[in-house]
């Protein structure tokens, strides 16, 4: 690469990077200052002195603890599922012939177009009608069905050869322990993308506590978050303070994971 | 018929029974929470817009009134034309930007890892920070883009109470969050791109921008049209980043057509109204699907 070409490449990059960045520093510069800091004219670009006072007050004020405790459940427990009953549809799609498998293999795809917003309504009713509105269950269980994850298994799991099946079954294995025992760790890097991807999509997620939580001791963190927005004296202190703690559990992920995100990213190209 | 011979008739029927059954029992709990959660709402969002609903009085057959309604509706059409003219702006820009960064990124350089994960990082942000995130730089009072104005001796702008700024802004934060995760699809599209195709036509003479117009951009075609539609579904969706950066306001100047449903819906209890327009949209998004499909067909997406 000639010399000139490359300076003019990475003028270009570093100065988009630099575009790229500035959002999420200034906010994070920002929820490190102090109260009168804040809205200091001109701004200060460093906080001086630097303080934590916010951090320590979103946890006190505003039950941000419980918004962040429910979060984490509905996390963890809603991805736990999700890696549960996905690879068990994605093995069946994958490794059985059966009557009706065709069918419920495009039924699954094929509500991929089914944006959640555009039955909001009738899922609210549905909650509410199996007494779920105001649970948490109520974002742990509706999502981990995702078309994504069974489609993801399911492509998955095609190469793995039916002869390592019949063996088991030779030797006495059950369809379960065929599923618990060898299925299942051999899916072990589909398993770790899907998990990272649902724990993104449940971390960040809106729609789905927007429809069915309305008790603030239910909130998770985003629908807290948008509830303090709309408030009429926004606290940006604490605020800011909020939304870097929230942003930090997904910059850990990322940061460990980053080989199977971009790698999961080109296989499945999804978000959902 | 020997003992041992039976016996191994018997499992082989157990067997063959396990075979039949299991599947089903494997997919059955996926099917049923889908079919809760995903079939059944759609089914129900389809019979509620046929009905006067306000969620507590009994439902009221009124065939396609609401239909009719919505038709006549002109909040309604200005909400679809905000988010068709928001698509037609957010689509090509988050093509460009995505594009642009893959190539820059698709050549062996130097931190190549930390410039991807620059880009990226965004996409992993909620909808909601990233309002937030834009709100607190495009706020009136209080951003940073109008102090930085005022010491260029500009007058300060009313970023979130202006339609023109307002739309402006939602345009700069979702490009901003969604550029990086279609970089990646391009860099994808751009890797699958066999080399011998450059080498080709450079023995040929050609260069720079010729290269990208005969060689890179022909095959990436079934990379663009998947990114297109995506984005342009995503549009045709947006909402939380709305709901957290400008409320839909000023007025109702930023409310797209996910939110104005929600309002009905939820704030004015019109159900089967908020349905019918459910499935407007639903018709519509399908139909860019259908559309990708057409497009697509024999692409490698």
Do not use: C
């Amino acid at each position: 690469m000639k010399p000139m070409v490359k300076i003019v490449i990475y003028s270009m990059l570093s100065v988009a990077a630099v575009v790229w960045l500035l959002p999420v520093l200034w906010v994070v510069i920002s929820a490190l200052k102090t109260n009168s800091d804040l809205y200091s004219f001109p701004p200060k670009l460093w906080p001086q002195p630097v303080t934590f006072e916010h951090f320590k007050e979103a946890f006190r004020k505003g039950d941000f603890g419980l918004y962040f405790m429910n979060s984490t459940i509905v996390t963890v427990s809603s991805t736990v599922l999700l890696l549960l009953i996905n690879s068990m549809a994605g093995f069946a799609l994958a490794k059985y012939r059966f009557r009706g498998s065709t069918i419920i293999l495009i039924g699954f795809i094929s509500t991929l177009m089914i944006p959640i917003e555009v039955i909001m309504i009738p899922i609210f009713k549905v909650l509410s009608a199996l007494g779920l509105y105001n649970s948490l269950l109520a974002i742990i269980i509706p999502p981990a069905a995702t078309p994504t994850g069974v489609f993801l298994m399911r492509q998955y799991l095609l190469s793995v050869p039916d002869e390592l099946l019949e063996a088991a079954r030779m030797d006495g294995a059950g369809e379960w322990k065929i599923y618990w025992s060898i299925i299942l760790p051999i899916a072990k890097p589909i398993l770790a993308v899907l998990a990272i991807f649902s724990f993104m999509w449940r971390w960040d997620d809106f729609v789905w506590p927007l429809i069915a939580i309305s008790d603030p001791s239910k909130y998770t963190i985003q629908l807290a978050l948008s509830n303090f927005i709309g408030e009429y004296n926004v606290d940006w202190g604490s605020l800011l303070a909020m939304s870097v703690i929230t942003m930090l559990p997904v910059l850990i992920v990322f940061m460990v994971f980053q080989r199977y995100f971009v790698s999961g990213m080109i296989t499945s190209g999804m978000k959902g | 018929m020997s003992e041992g011979q039976r016996l191994n008739r018997n499992t082989l029927a157990k067997q063959n029974r396990k075979l039949v059954i299991a599947p089903y029992l494997f997919i059955l709990p996926n099917l049923l929470i889908f079919g809760t959660f995903i079939v059944f709402p759609s089914l129900l969002g389809l019979y509620y817009s046929f009905h006067v609903y306000d969620g507590l009085n009994p439902m009221k057959f009124n065939g396609l009134d609401n239909y009719i309604k919505i038709i006549g509706d002109r909040e309604f059409w200005s909400t679809i034309g905000r988010t068709g003219i928001y698509a037609a702006i957010v689509v090509p820009l988050i093509y460009a930007a995505a594009l642009g960064i893959a190539l820059l990124l698709a050549r062996e350089i130097r931190m190549r890892g930390f410039f991807r994960a620059v880009f990226y990082w965004p996409t992993m942000i909620s909808y909601i920070i990233v309002g937030l995130t834009w709100k607190w730089i495009f706020g009136d009072s209080f951003g940073i883009l109008n102090h930085l104005l005022t010491v260029v001796g500009v007058e300060p702008v009313g970023f979130l109470t202006s339609s023109f700024w307002a739309n402006t802004a939602v345009i700069i934060a979702t490009v901003w969050s969604r550029a990086g995760f279609f970089m990646v699809i391009f860099i994808a599209g751009l890797q699958a791109i066999p080399t011998d195709y450059y080498e080709a036509a450079r023995l040929d003479g050609a260069t720079g921008m010729k290269v990208f117009r005969y060689i890179t951009l022909p095959l990436l075609k079934p990379t663009s049209l998947l990114v297109v539609m995506l984005t342009l579904i995503d549009a045709f969706k947006a909402f939380p980043l709305m709901f957290a950066l400008t409320g839909g306001g000023p007025g109702k100047e930023t409310t797209y057509i996910v939110q104005y449903i929600y309002e009905i819906g939820f704030n004015r209890q019109e159900l089967g109204l908020a349905s019918a327009m459910s499935v407007m949209l639903f018709i519509l998004i399908g139909g860019f699907s259908a559309l990708q499909f057409r497009l697509s067909k024999g692409g490698a997406v």
